[in-house]
């Protein structure tokens, strides 16, 4: 059983008094996400349609008058103090995130002070469900209530996209902070990532999320990543767009013979995928529920057949997932090769739904998937207490 959140709201502000011997003054939520359709369009400067999911990094906070920050993470049982003028870089779980993000308000010029904070989530990790987002956004969060400058979503987002690039060395997109810090209860949001406006969609009525994790990691992900980055970037320049993102099929088709088979792949994948995300999202406010499950199918083959980042074992959930008659529509969610799926379940018949996809994918692979029944969620928020 996921551990609620209040139950973690309890078991930090326990542990706060405890380890700083004060009461925390304010406690900040930061959610995951899940991505309904979009994949490896933001790094590409095209459309995503993700939504906020109901798990979360939970973060208690109290300021202090000097320059130190001292944090205790109760999921990996690790207390750090870091002197703001000396931040370090190493390569240590929760430590990166929390000086890669002061590092980042202060090359942009913020005034960071320092605070206490103690940290726990029920986001899974390495999930592809963002924890690491929820984490950026919940430390600036934090940062900001402590140094008394506004949150603006936005702005925040791109540091937090800024300090995992720049100090932890993940390329990412922007996607799921943006996601962590401007989520929307019961609605997704489309996002341009190109001038970063975004708009929300209504998850239709009587429809819900059902997230598949396949109990299946991939180690080198970022790499495998960072190869299909480099892929688009070259396939852009060849095309003579500066992102995939400004291109359309016609052009793509036009350019089709001066890219190599792969390159034409991987630039086929986006185009296609950034059309999808804006009939996905007319599809929402239509309440077409079978329009938008048919572009989750079509997604999925195309990142598994183009873009080349499924799995056995997320072609095995998502096949599951769509061969049962609750399913409206399923596909990979996040970077790929493992990980998650998600599903649009018809809420009726969730409870059968989940059983028959257990069912299924235990008899194909021999593992038990974590499967989740989410609902979409408001972004970062701070309780002053
Ligand atoms: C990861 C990255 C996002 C996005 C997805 C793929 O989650 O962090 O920025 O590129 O992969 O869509």
């Known amino acids: 059983m996921t551990e609620t959140i209040e139950h973690i709201e309890l078991t930090i502000l326990k542990q706060f008094e405890s380890r700083f011997e004060a009461k925390a003054e304010a406690i900040v939520f930061a959610p995951g996400r899940v991505n309904l359709i979009g994949e490896y369009t933001d790094l590409n400067h095209g459309f995503v349609l993700p939504m906020a999911i109901d798990r979360y990094l939970a973060l208690a906070v109290r300021k202090r008058a000097d320059s130190t920050i001292r944090a205790y993470s109760v999921d990996f049982d690790e207390s750090i103090t870091l002197q703001m003028d000396n931040l370090e870089k190493e390569k240590h779980s929760f430590q990166e995130y929390l000086s890669g993000c002061i590092w980042a308000l202060k090359e942009k010029g913020y005034s960071v002070k320092g605070f206490d904070c103690v940290i726990k989530?029920?986001?899974?990790?390495?999930?592809?469900?963002?924890?690491?987002?929820?984490?950026?956004?919940?430390?600036?969060?934090?940062?900001?209530?402590?140094?008394?400058?506004?949150?603006?979503?936005?702005?925040?987002?791109?540091?937090?996209?800024?300090?995992?690039?720049?100090?932890?060395?993940?390329?990412?997109?922007?996607?799921?902070?943006?996601?962590?810090?401007?989520?929307?209860?019961?609605?997704?949001?489309?996002?341009?990532?190109?001038?970063?406006?975004?708009?929300?969609?209504?998850?239709?009525?009587?429809?819900?999320?059902?997230?598949?994790?396949?109990?299946?990691?991939?180690?080198?992900?970022?790499?495998?990543?960072?190869?299909?980055?480099?892929?688009?970037?070259?396939?852009?320049?060849?095309?003579?767009?500066?992102?995939?993102?400004?291109?359309?099929?016609?052009?793509?088709?036009?350019?089709?013979?001066?890219?190599?088979?792969?390159?034409?792949?991987?630039?086929?994948?986006?185009?296609?995928?950034?059309?999808?995300?804006?009939?996905?999202?007319?599809?929402?406010?239509?309440?077409?529920?079978?329009?938008?499950?048919?572009?989750?199918?079509?997604?999925?083959?195309?990142?598994?057949?183009?873009?080349?980042?499924?799995?056995?074992?997320?072609?095995?959930?998502?096949?599951?997932?769509?061969?049962?008659?609750?399913?409206?529509?399923?596909?990979?969610t996040g970077a790929g090769f493992g990980g998650c799926a998600l599903a649009l379940v018809d809420t009726d018949r969730k409870a059968e739904f989940i059983e028959n996809v257990n069912k299924c994918y235990r008899s194909k692979t021999g593992l038990t998937p974590k499967i989740y029944i989410c609902k979409p969620s408001e972004g970062v928020t701070l309780k002053e207490l």
């Open 121 to 332: 989530g029920n986001i899974p990790i390495g999930a592809g469900l963002s924890s690491s987002a929820a984490l950026e956004m919940a430390i600036l969060r934090a940062a900001s209530f402590a140094g008394g400058f506004p949150f603006n979503k936005v702005e925040m987002a791109k540091l937090g996209q800024f300090a995992e690039n720049n100090w932890v060395g993940v390329n990412c997109g922007i996607m799921d902070q943006i996601l962590s810090s401007a989520g929307k209860q019961d609605h997704a949001l489309k996002i341009d990532c190109n001038d970063l406006s975004y708009e929300k969609c209504p998850m239709p009525p009587a429809t819900s999320v059902i997230i598949l994790d396949t109990a299946t990691r991939r180690d080198l992900i970022d790499s495998a990543y960072n190869e299909r980055r480099e892929q688009c970037f070259n396939a852009a320049n060849i095309i003579g767009v500066p992102f995939l993102g400004n291109a359309d099929t016609a052009l793509l088709e036009k350019n089709k013979l001066k890219l190599s088979e792969l390159e034409y792949k991987r630039a086929h994948h986006v185009i296609s995928e950034n059309a999808r995300v804006m009939e996905m999202a007319g599809a929402m406010k239509n309440e077409d529920v079978t329009t938008m499950g048919k572009l989750m199918n079509i997604s999925h083959e195309s990142l598994r057949y183009d873009f080349e980042v499924t799995s056995l074992a997320l072609d095995t959930i998502v096949a599951c997932s769509q061969s049962d008659n609750a399913c409206f529509g399923a596909r990979m």
